[in-house]
């Protein structure tokens, strides 16, 4: 009782001394400055306040960081003046001011409070704001969310705070460059509120206006985006939006980059995963005014502009030409022009309906009205000569428009209607158009049906003579389709719509193919980068002549990933099958495929280890959903580094299903006399006797694994004296209890070896011989991610020798699925 008696004193002091340190984690005083060494971290341990470079320079800056791996800068203190010493400090000054101070003690950056006091201390919120109190009674002097840089954080205000504060988001000057660039992000004060960004003072693109719940510009905004703003008013004339998103596993915010692109980013603190949710600048139509006054922008058509029914274009010789900020003019008078300038009546207007688009700017907004019903705001709009074109929407009311009508867009889905004043000719002609558009489809379709008829009468009677001519690609679709190796019952097997893309379409995105756009060859054909007229970014895959994969792998791909919609899946737009050609159409991928990273001496230390595991797991939820949660059940037979492509943010995305076969619901493994795939990544049941399952995917997730791993290919040699394949030589390490000598030097942390090493072993797992000792997809994840604890261990490996030197060294130089066997399946008594 006496020995506790004297630790009283110590554990006091100790207690005192952790109290000290647990303030000196996120608060700056007079006495405890911030050198450029040292970090301050919120209590959360979300942000941290520290001195970081920006690429590409050594300049020192002072910011607020995300405190998880992607390290995403937040908020600079000094961005227009760069400390170029390692020497700089932030500290509280004698006046109680936050400043910044070079080696020299030259004051760079300042909070530049008038009322500072000199008790005071700076302290890293758990929100990222960077706060100046006043310590004698805790009163805020001075926050960094009311001076933001380019990004926007949960609790932030953006808009009009007083009369003479206006809050705004503003860019970096480009990726190197946090110095105050040319866009800047906030509301207008003299409009309903939304969202604008500027080019300087110019409008680059604005949200629409908001309704109490989304902003009707943006239609994407769907019940799933509720809630993410709130509008604030006061009747002293504040009107701001704070952002209220709140998931105690991830940070949701908005930057505005260098280039005007706001994009919204989720960034998960459990394993640092960043992804980017959406952007403001999708296609040309999002930029403000792309088709100039009275024009409508369709990021879908080409051109994207069309000039609004009733009027034609200003310059016609200019907007032939694509240049369309001109806009257009009217072409009828409406009645109160014709009333001033021929004195006579004439008949009323009227209003033309533009269906799901983003309504005009409100620069020259007449009135507002939010009691009045649609029909009301017609009325009125119609005994107004002044207005032009009125809209109505649940929780804004009437909007009313008087002169040029600019930044309409097209949408697709979740736009407003908008009902613009024309001529009455303009409504007659409107009229007579849809009945010569009604009889024109009627007499079409009837002269298709007899095209249609005549044609099948004549190949049946020359079907007789010409049995063993080659199929026209129309005819060999349609026995492909008949033919289809998706399934045994072909009726089943439909063609899903797919948007058909033009030869013309795809040869203008590509530069007719040219090979400054080839991004690889496959065994189906080399794949190339177009940008369509919209601005869009895809990936052409088109299949070659010497292809040793066909039209049914063509429709094969077609028609099932059509149906398939997962965020590990390449998304397919469309296809062409035109001159003889047979193309696919995916979303493009600027990160290639995954072995461009894996077998890259350098840029294989991109991928440490945090991110090699979402890749692993990413890979594994893309096939578990093939096997199980998809309403197909899919077995891809030709998973590999090169068929895994990366998204912008290194994302994997299962690709090339050509060879992929498709399982009825009870069925769980089939034969096939026709064995595809590539080398290395066969599982032997498949390779040897042509039998496939689920576990032959999982033999080769188990070989991509280990590949990830080991930053090795598996067909490749790995021990000088054995000759082993990388199987080989990880059973070998593993035996010898050496499994850490596999594991790619660019992940040497020993933090993480234990966890890289109970991949390795479910690596093993994954690839042992018999089909029947290999886990499932489900039980792979639940292995990886320690929700099975214990794991078995591994038994023999398949190919633990190294392969024949050709089959090893074709598939190495190429990386194609060019195994293409035949079989005779014999089976046992």
């Not at 805020?140 to 001076?147: C, N, P, R």
């Not at 309704?211 to 004339?237: C, H, K, W």
């Not at 189906?524 to 919209?534: A, D, H």
């Amino acid at each position: 009782m006496r020995g506790l008696k004297n630790l009283l004193p110590l554990l006091f002091l100790f207690a005192c001394f952790c109290s000290e340190v647990f303030i000196a984690l996120d608060t700056i005083t007079i006495n405890e400055p911030m050198r450029d060494s040292a970090t301050i971290v919120s209590a959360s341990q979300n942000f941290k306040l520290a001195f970081f470079s920006p690429v590409n320079t050594s300049d020192r800056y002072v910011g607020i960081i995300l405190n998880i791996p992607a390290q995403s800068v937040v908020w600079v203190a000094n961005r227009d003046d760069p400390i170029t010493d390692s020497a700089g400090m932030l500290t509280i000054s004698e006046d109680g001011n936050a400043v910044i101070l070079n080696g020299q003690k030259n004051v760079l950056w300042s909070s530049n409070v008038a009322n500072s006091v000199a008790n005071s201390s700076a302290q890293l919120l758990d929100t990222g704001n960077l706060v100046l109190r006043d310590n004698s009674n805790g009163r805020i002097l001075w926050e960094s969310f009311q001076t933001p840089t380019d990004t926007l954080v949960r609790t932030m205000k953006i808009g009009v705070i007083s009369k003479n504060n206006m809050i705004r988001l503003t860019s970096w000057r480009s990726p190197s460059d946090p110095s105050v660039g040319n866009f800047s992000f906030g509301v207008d004060p003299l409009q309903i509120p939304e969202f604008f960004i500027w080019n300087h003072s110019k409008p680059y693109w604005r949200s629409g206006p908001w309704n109490g719940n989304v902003f009707i510009g943006i239609p994407e905004m769907s019940s799933a985006y509720q809630n993410r703003f709130d509008l604030v008013t006061d009747p002293n004339g504040s009107e701001y939006f704070t952002h209220s998103f709140i998931n105690d596993l991830a940070l949701l915010y908005y930057v505005l980059n260098s280039s005007g692109v706001l994009a919204e980013k989720v960034s998960y603190y459990r394993d640092g995963h960043s992804k980017v949710a959406w952007t403001s600048l999708k296609s040309e139509c999002d930029v403000y005014g792309k088709c100039g006054p009275f024009g409508s922008c369709n990021p879908q058509h080409s051109p994207i502009c069309i000039c609004l029914q009733g009027f034609e274009p200003k310059n016609k010789e200019e907007w032939d030409k694509g240049n369309w900020t001109g806009g257009c003019s009217r072409k009828a008078l409406l009645q109160c022009d014709r009333n001033i300038s021929a004195r006579q009546e004439g008949k009323p207007d009227g209003f033309l309906k533009l269906a799901n688009i983003k309504i005009p700017d409100f620069a020259h907004l007449m009135e507002l009205l939010r009691s009045a019903t649609e029909q009301d705001c017609g009325n009125q709009c119609l005994n107004n000569c002044s207005c032009i074109a009125y809209a109505y929407s649940t929780g804004i009311g009437c909007m009313y428009w008087s002169s040029s009508l600019i930044d309409i867009q097209q949408f697709s889905f979740n736009g407003a209607d908008l009902h613009i004043r024309v001529a009455h000719t303009e409504l007659g002609f409107r009229k007579n158009m849809k009945a010569v558009i009604a009889s024109t489809v009627v007499l079409g379709l009837l002269f298709l049906a007899m095209s249609a008829f005549c044609l099948r009468k004549w190949l049946t009677r020359h079907r007789g003579n010409k049995q063993n001519a080659e199929l026209p690609l129309f005819e060999e679709w349609e026995a492909s389709k008949k033919e289809s190796i998706l399934s045994d019952k072909p009726e089943q097997s439909k063609l899903e719509e797919l948007p058909l893309y033009s030869y013309e379409t795809l040869a203008i995105a590509t530069d007719t193919f040219h090979l400054k756009n080839k991004l690889g060859t496959g065994g189906f054909g080399p794949v190339f980068k177009g940008i369509l007229l919209s601005g869009q970014k895809i990936a052409v895959k088109r299949l070659s002549n010497s292809s040793n994969q066909g039209i049914k792998e063509f429709m094969n791909e077609v028609e099932l990933i059509s149906k398939l919609q997962h965020r590990n899946l390449v998304r397919l737009l469309g296809c062409c099958v035109e001159r003889e050609e047979k193309m696919l159409i995916y979303e493009y991928m600027p990160n290639k495929s995954l072995d461009a990273y894996l077998f890259d001496l350098q840029k294989r230390y991109l991928l440490y280890w945090n991110r090699r595991k979402l890749i692993i797991e990413g890979i594994g939820r893309g096939l578990l959903y093939l096997h199980r949660d998809s309403r197909l059940k899919i077995i891809h037979r030709d998973l590999k580094p090169s068929n895994i492509l990366l998204d912008e943010e290194l994302n994997p995305k299962i690709s090339d299903f050509g060879l992929a076969r498709l399982f009825g619901g009870n069925q769980d493994q089939a034969n096939t006399n026709r064995v595809v795939g590539t080398y290395g990544y066969m599982a032997p049941e498949y390779a040897m006797k042509g039998k496939f399952s689920e576990k032959s995917d999982v033999y080769s997730f188990g070989v991509l694994l280990l590949e990830i791993v080991s930053g090795k290919k598996n067909t490749s040699s790995h021990d000088d004296e054995n000759d082993l394949s990388l199987i080989g030589y990880a059973w070998k390490l593993w035996n010898e209890n050496e499994a850490a000598k596999l594991v790619d030097p660019a992940l040497s942390d020993p933090r993480v070896e234990m966890e890289i090493l109970r991949y390795v072993h479910v690596g093993l797992l994954c690839v042992q011989e018999s089909a029947n000792d290999r886990p499932n997809v489900s039980n792979v994840l639940s292995m990886l991610n320690s929700e099975i604890a214990e794991l078995p261990p591994p038994k023999l490996p398949a190919y633990t020798a190294r392969l024949g030197s050709s089959e090893g060294e074709g598939s190495q130089q190429s990386g194609h699925s060019v195994n293409d066997v035949s079989l005779t399946i014999i089976q046992g008594r």
